[in-house]
C-alpha cells in the first residue's frame, strides 16, 4: 500500500518520503524532514499509527505538522484532531482530493 500511495503521490508531482514503520517515521522526522502532511497506516510493526501520533504529538517539534490516518477498520478509535482519514481501499482520486489542500500552502 506504501508504494502504491508513493507511486499516486508522486505521478501528481508531490515528493514524497516514505516508512516502513513508525520508528523509521519518527528517526526522519526527528532528523530534519518536515513534510506539509504525515499520512499514517494505524497498522504498521514496530511502532503502530497511535504509537507514532502520540509521539509526534508529545514532540514540540513535530506536534504542528498535520497528521491524517488510513485505515482499513473504519470503526478503529481514532486520535482526535486529525487532519482527514481515508479509509481503505483508498482510491487515487479520493488520495489527490484529501491530501491537496496540504500541498498548497
Known sequence: ???VLREILEAAGWRVTTAANGR????????GLVPSLILVDLW??????????????A?????SIP??????HEEAALPSGL?????KP???ARL???????FAR
Open 44 to 57: 504498521m510493526p514496530m511502532m503502530d499509527g497511535a504509537q507514532l501520533i502520540a509521539a509526534l504529538r
Open 67 to 72: 497528521i491524517a490516518v488510513q485505515t482499513a
Open 24 to 31: 523509521d517515521a519518527l528517526a526522519h522526522l526527528r532528523g
Open 1 to 3: 500500500m506504501r508504494v
Open 90 to 92: 483508498v482510491d487515487a
Open 59 to 63: 514532540d514540540p517539534a513535530l506536534a
Open 83 to 87: 487532519a482527514f482519514v481515508l479509509v
Open 96 to 102: 489527490l482530493a484529501a491530501v491537496a489542500p496540504y
